[in-house]
């Protein structure tokens, strides 16, 4: 069987699709979701390998831009879609895929590739490292109380049918993109995906509602969530499962969580994806019975190291020499000098010696500020040439703000 992955055509896509499903455990989405991914798929990154007439295995990456520390939005390639079949599994067709992949996305002169992985373990061997963490949480409204930030009493709360309000939705996502690394721009189209509310999508709990919170008429921010009702021996105990909120100023925020812990028939607010640092964490009364936990969320590759590590800023001053190790893609292999501030960067190759050794994998960790140099070196992972180099560089790729990606794909 030849395994070379190719461009799939678009009279082969339900086939490639339908892979795609089988490969996540067989449950077909609802027509209109199918229509909408097939609407935004870019057919020229949309890779399969076929076995005779038979899909057996698939990767897509989308021409996405991403919020970098610093603010600029880089070019990077949002990796999804990627499954082999169960007949073909463990055979290095997925290597053979990230391999092309990997060559197309420098060929296309994007710095980093992003993805959301389905299992951990199975990227970092293709050099992603995971960059961010995204914040689970059950919130025992009951017992928990919020204090809100002086003003908010000033916002007001408006319910909205989604699709009515997605302008303004995405006015108020746009709006976050240079505050926050890991943002990903919206594409045309993918607002969509966003707000998409179909039977399938529900598992027993309401189609998808909106909050607007408006100040003198402005929107400045949004909750999108749906009810789940319970009903006990005890009485009501309904869960609101948040899906996205965003707020561009805190009383817009507090305003949003206050309205979202207080609807009747509800005792938990539930959530799986927020950032680390959400801000409600600092007005709640008791965060143990938040039930406060994390998973893994953003996977970083640095593409071309020096591209990526230029594209942003650093935090403080920082003049280091990095010798990188990249297996995967031998292009990124060797020493970099990387000089920069707040206000940009310069990463060139050098024969200078090297100040701190690391793989291209921990440079993706480091890359939006999320995890410290630090703790990689503590683990063995990063090794320190030059005594003094690691807490300089350790505090210049930090982030004030934690890196998050709620941007599903
Ligand atoms: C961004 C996304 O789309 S995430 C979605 C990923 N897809 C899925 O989870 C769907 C279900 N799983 C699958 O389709 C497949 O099992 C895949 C795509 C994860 C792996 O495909 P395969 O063709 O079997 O991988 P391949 O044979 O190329 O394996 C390469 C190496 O990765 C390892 N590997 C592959 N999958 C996994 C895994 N899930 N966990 C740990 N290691 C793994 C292999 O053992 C192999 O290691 P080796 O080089 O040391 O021998």
Known sequence: MKTEPRVVEPSEWDEWYGKVVLAFGGVAAAPEHTELIREITEFDRTLGVW??????ATAASFSFRMSVPGGALAPTAGVSMVSVAATHRRRGILSAMMRS???DVRERGEPLAVLLASEPAIYGRFGYGAASRQLRAD????RVTLSVPEGTDAIRLRKAEPDEVLADIEAVYARQLPGRPGLIARLPEWDRLQILDTPADRSGASPLQCVLAERDGEVVGYALYRVKPSWEESGPNGTVALQDLQAVEPQGHAALMRYLFGIDLTSTVSMSSRPVDDPWQHLVSDPRRCALRSWDGLYIRPVEVGAALAAR????????????????CPWNAGRWRLSGDADGASCERTTDRADLALSVRELGTVYLGGFPLRGLADAGRVRELSPGALAAASLAFGSDVAPWGPHNF
């Open 101 to 103: 992949q990997l060559d």
């Open 51 to 56: 076995d005779g007439a038979e899909c057996v």
């Open 313 to 328: 800023t650093y935090r403080a001053p920082v003049d280091v020499v990095l010798e990188v190790e990249d297996a995967f």
């Open 139 to 142: 919130i025992d409204t009951a």
